[in-house]
Each structure stands twice: as structure tokens, then as C-alpha cells.
């Protein structure tokens, strides 16, 4: 996502002061704006898992003495992966770009 947002100027096209579009995105633009979705689909799935491994090697260091801590714990970790792995980029954008309309716009689809 971070890498969309990074490059949206070229696939929405080139905008002038005004706003006012002055160069349409080509097909190409276009292909490389969905290509950067894909992959940004698939790094999502892809570090999901790896944060399932690392909060269950974490979890299996506590060495809990029961099983509800266990679970209790592991449920917490990978919901602290999940949410990292989910809305850091609308984190960046919000902090350190501080684009509040591209933000609500991504927030919204």
C-alpha cells in the first residue's frame, strides 16, 4: 500500500496546480498500479504467517503454566501482528505524510 501510495500520482495521472488533470495515466500506469495491489496482497498473507511463527516461538519462550495464559497470551500477540501487519501504512500516511485525504480515501474503500 505503501508503494501505491508512494507512486498514485502516476496512475491517477499528472495534475497540475489547480488540480485540474493535464496527462491522463496510460495503460501501462495503470497495469502497474493493479501489479503493486497484487503484491501488496501477497506480502500481507506472507508476513501474516511469518508473524504467526514469530508470536508462537515467542509464546512457547514464556513457558506459561496453564493453558489459558497460553492461549490468552497467544491471542493477544497475534492480534498485535495482525494489526501491524494491516494499518501500518495508513499509520505513514496519517504521521509522516500527512496526506488526510488520500488517508480517508483508502480508509473508505
Do not use: C, W
Request: proline share 2%; net charge neutral; glycine share 4%.
Amino acid at each position: 500500500m505503501v508503494l501505491y501510495y508512494h507512486f498514485k500520482g502516476d496512475f491517477e495521472g499528472v495534475k497540475d496546480a489547480a488540480g485540474n488533470i493535464v496527462k491522463l495515466p496510460t495503460i501501462k500506469d495503470k497495469i502497474y498500479g493493479v501489479m503493486l495491489t497484487g503484491v501488496y496482497s501477497v506480502l500481507v498473507v506472507v508476513f501474516n504467517i511469518v508473524y504467526k511463527s514469530v508470536a508462537l516461538m515467542l509464546t512457547e519462550l514464556q513457558n506459561f503454566q496453564y493453558q489459558s495464559t497460553y492461549d490468552n497470551y497467544m491471542i493477544a500477540m497475534l492480534f498485535r501482528f495482525s494489526f501491524l501487519n494491516f494499518y501500518f501504512p495508513l499509520f505513514i500516511i496519517a504521521f509522516i505524510d500527512k496526506e488526510y485525504f488520500t488517508l480517508f480515501m483508502m480508509m473508505a474503500t
